[in-house]
């Protein structure tokens, strides 16, 4: 149980895909999970939300790692973000939450305001998942953490089912990326399908673009496919969560495979009449 005294973080106002500490989470789990939601979505909005320029986002995510740092070494702190720090910090001393997992969160928020301020892209598939390394699967390791499961079988399938969120995002927002100079498809890719860097920004499908957008895609669905067992291994409801999460996922792919490129200038997103199919295919798995 929370003890009464400790302060309860953000309530969740983004909207998201998938599920964050839901009904399906159990209670003794809801406050520590909402804690790292609040951390890693309050970090990412520092990256990107908002008019400020990239040495001001710098500036300000090395004073959040400060804070995290802090907290990490039971000491006070700053003000700022005491919102999200205080619960936080309760959380690390009651669940033994692994810090460096929320470092490596920070390192990719840190690397996606570097790449959009030189308008950088990925040189190749590896270089991609490197990010997604730090940037998402330290999430779903941080969950193993609260419910106990460990092996390095579960902690490989976790990683894909993360990887393949992360990814999964990347594809789905590319109409609202490539206007901001967030370059996720990968410069190896593109050249092996003709794709350059002006028919991305245009925004229009192309034959190349969307043979390009369908093959990452289905990179992207073997990826989730390869954690998708990993619900068998998670016990309770937790379990019944995260099939939720991989047809969440499943679902998107399947939006951005149905627009055939278009999701260049349109976003797919998970609508109501969604959820029946996607709870029918939970139930299969």
């Given amino acids: ?32 999970i909402a804690a790292i939601y609040a951390f890693a979505r309050t970090a990412d909005d520092i990256a990107d939300e908002g008019p400020a320029n990239a040495a001001q986002r710098l500036a300000d995510l090395a004073a959040y790692r400060a804070d995290l740092h802090a907290i990490a070494a039971a000491q006070a ?5 005491s919102a999200v ?9 009651s669940h033994a939450l692994p810090v460096p997992l929320l470092d490596d969160l ?3 928020f840190i690397q996606d305001v570097e790449k959009t301020r030189d308008g950088a892209g990925y040189a190749h598939r590896t270089e991609l998942l490197d990010y997604c390394r730090r940037s998402a699967n330290p999430v779903g390791r941080l969950l193993l953490h609260l419910y106990g499961v460990q092996g390095a079988q579960a902690l490989d399938e976790s990683d894909a089912i993360c990887t393949a969120l992360q990814l999964i995002n990347f594809w789905q927002d590319l109409s ?25 920004l245009a925004l229009r499908p192309t034959a190349q673009t969307t043979a390009l ?26 379990g019944w969560e995260l099939r939720l999460v991989v047809q969440g996922g499943l679902r998107i792919l399947d939006k951005v495979d149905a627009l055939q490129g278009r999701s260049l200038c349109q976003r797919p997103r998970i609508r109501a009449w969604d959820a029946p199919g996607m709870l029918a295919r939970a139930l299969a798995m």
Avoid at 16 to 27: G, M, R, T
Avoid at 223 to 233: F, I, K, Q, Y
Wanted: aromatic share 8%; proline share 15%; charged share 20%.
């Fill in 106 to 108: 920070l390192s990719a």
């Fill in 85 to 93: 720090f205080a619960p936080l910090a309760a959380m690390l001393k």
């Fill in 213 to 238: 957008i369908q093959e990452l895609s289905g990179w992207t669905r073997a990826t989730m496919l390869r954690g998708a067992p990993l619900v068998h291994r998670v016990p309770g409801r937790m």
């Fill in 1 to 32: 149980m929370q003890p009464v005294n400790t302060p309860l973080p953000p309530p969740v106002t983004h909207y998201e895909n998938f599920p964050v500490a839901s009904w399906l989470c159990p209670p003794h789990l809801r406050a520590p």
């Fill in 176 to 200: 609202v990326d490539l206007p901001r100079a967030r370059f996720y498809l990968p410069d190896e890719d593109c050249a092996a399908h003709g794709v350059d860097r002006a028919q991305l």
């Fill in 77 to 81: 702190p700053s003000e700022r973000w």
